[in-house]
C-alpha cells in the first residue's frame, strides 16, 4: 500500500514562487514515474510535470517550461515541484501522482498513474 501526501501550496501574487512537495510512503520500490497533475474549477485534470525512472526523463506541460522543474529530492520518497514565475493562470488544485507502469515514461497521461495524493491548493492572484 502506497500513500501520497503532497503539501507546499498557499495563496501568492503574480510572479512569486512556491514549491510543492510530495511525500510517498509504503512500499514505492516498484515506483517508475512521479508525476505532478492539476485541476482547475470547470477544467480537466492535466498533466504538469514528470519525473522519469532514475531522473533521466522529464516532460512539462507546455503551459509551465521554462516556469517549473521536477525534482526528486534528497530521500528517493520525496518529489519536488519548484513554480517560479507564477500566473493567475496557474491557479489549481494541485495533485502528486506514482506510477508502477513502464508506459508512464512516453506521456503526461492520467491513466498510467496508480496512486494519488489528496492535492494541495495553488492560488495566483494580485
Known amino acids: 500500500q502506497v500513500q501520497v501526501a503532497e503539501s507546499g501550496g498557499g495563496t501568492v501574487e503574480p510572479g512569486s514562487s512556491l514549491r510543492l512537495s510530495c511525500e510517498a510512503s509504503?512500499?514505492?520500490?516498484?515506483?517508475?514515474?512521479l508525476a505532478w497533475f492539476r485541476q482547475a474549477p470547470g477544467k480537466e485534470r492535466e498533466g504538469v510535470a514528470l519525473l522519469g525512472p532514475a531522473g533521466r526523463t522529464t516532460k512539462y506541460a507546455d503551459s509551465v517550461k521554462a516556469r517549473f522543474t521536477i525534482a526528486r529530492g534528497d530521500v528517493k520518497s520525496t518529489v519536488y515541484l519548484q513554480m517560479n514565475s507564477l500566473k493567475p493562470e496557474d491557479t489549481a488544485m494541485y495533485y502528486c501522482a506514482i506510477s508502477t507502469r513502464p508506459s508512464c515514461i512516453n506521456s503526461l497521461d492520467s491513466r498510467w498513474f496508480n496512486n494519488w495524493g489528496e492535492g494541495t491548493q495553488v492560488t495566483v492572484s494580485a
Open positions: 509504503g512500499d514505492t520500490s516498484r515506483t517508475l514515474c
